[in-house]
């Protein structure tokens, strides 16, 4: 087994990932000078260092004139893995696409430590100014900065001179320097944990407990970031499809008579397999593959991934199940008068708070289980974004 936590210096690779290759000694200029700068401040202030890669071949389709940053990620996840590095950051040339800005410089994932970074933007000739590779590769390592910083948890800085300002526009870059001491600290004291590389080829079981365990703070932290209030929000699809198949249910006089025949422990374990079902369902659709290196490794980093997509989908799930548990309580006992409920159910009438746990339950573990499966038809890359990518810069 590979122990990174033990290691004095940290890599951090930097990737370069042409797409178009248009100017490519012009791109490989710009980076190369960025990363020199990026090595003299790791070297001077962190026990860092860089390695330069290249990937070629990179053959992706553009939408509306931009790049999916999610497929720049896909293939950083495999390279990071087979290269073992605990850091990565992947410089294209093309611009990438954003969900809800006008453009974006750059998708830094504390969750896989990844970052995707565009220089499209960065040359003031972009802008209509003259061309000026010493300012591009300025903002380009001030950016690289900002990114890595964001993969070991700092928050933004309101100093403008500082890596970690919230970028607003190109220029924010231009002013953009050196971390202060405080975010010095942080990152000293993050990066062991941050650094997440251990990796093993033999007993995968006792090995992922293990890292569960050692890394539920972590999980919880990459949870708490994609947000399962914010992600139910990103799946109207879902929503919908649940909400159809309910309403059809909840007027079917069948559906009454399981409902008040069946004792509470069932419906427990009926809702119980329900939200594993569609929590499985929406794994395969969303999440990435589980990946294993060539030598069928497994890497802490990828259990970690793994294991807060699981959870952050099963509490989108469970918080889903509860507002439509609640609602059709409330649907029941207010819209559906005592004498039809006496009538209506062939097993027996349904009149006590029991009776209308028990079937808003039913109702409620249905429609997710109908939710998960018309939930597929939701943007796989808005859902991915949010449970994977930390902000857009």
């Known amino acids: 087994m590979t122990d990174r936590h033990s290691s004095d210096t940290y890599v951090v690779g930097v990737m370069k990932m042409e797409v178009e290759g248009r100017d490519s000694e012009r791109f490989g200029d710009v980076v190369a000078r960025a990363v020199a700068t990026l090595d003299e401040v790791f070297s001077q202030e962190l026990q860092l260092r860089t390695q330069t890669l290249a990937f070629a071949g990179a053959h992706l389709t553009p939408g509306a004139g931009n790049y999916a940053p999610l497929d720049f990620l896909e293939i950083g996840l495999a390279e990071k893995l087979e290269r073992d590095l605990p850091f990565l950051l992947i410089i294209t040339e093309v611009d990438l696409s954003s969900k809800s800005l006008a453009y974006t410089l750059a998708l830094p994932s504390q969750l896989t430590n990844i970052a995707v970074i565009s220089t499209r933007r960065l040359d003031p000739a972009f802008w209509g100014d003259e061309s000026d590779p010493d300012r591009t590769a300025d903002r380009l390592a001030a950016l690289m900065l900002h990114c890595f910083g964001h993969l070991n948890g700092l928050r933004h800085n309101a100093d403008p001179t500082k890596a970690m300002f919230a970028i607003e526009g190109v220029q924010d870059l231009d002013r953009m320097a050196r971390f202060d001491a405080d975010e010095l600290q942080q990152i000293a004291r993050n990066l ?50 649940a909400l159809s198949v309910i309403v059809v249910l909840v007027f079917s006089a069948e559906t009454w008579d399981v409902a008040s025949a069946v004792s509470m422990p069932q419906i427990l374990s009926f809702s119980l397999m329900c939200l594993a079902s569609a929590a499985f369902v929406l794994y395969r659709a969303f999440a990435f593959d589980t990946l294993l290196s060539r030598d069928r490794r497994i890497t802490e980093s990828g259990i970690v991934t793994m294991a807060a ?72 890359d808005l859902v991915r974004g949010v449970l994977f990518f930390t902000e857009e810069t």
């Open 192 to 241: 062991p944990r941050e650094a997440r590389e251990r990796s093993t080829r033999d007993d995968k079981v006792r090995f992922t407990l293990r890292m569960l365990f050692e890394d539920a703070g972590a999980i919880a932290r990459a949870v708490v970031r994609a947000n399962p209030f914010r992600l139910l929000t990103m799946m109207p699809t879902m929503l919908a499809a």
């Open 309 to 380: 997509t699981i959870l952050c989908l099963v509490l989108t799930l469970l918080l889903m199940f509860l507002f439509f548990g609640g609602l059709m309580y409330l649907v029941i006992i207010s819209v559906f008068p005592e004498r039809l409920m006496e009538s209506w159910p062939g097993t027996g009438d349904a009149t006590t708070t029991i009776d209308h746990l028990k079937l808003s339950l039913f109702l409620a573990a249905m429609g997710v289980l109908a939710g998960s499966l018309g939930g597929r038809s939701d943007s796989r």
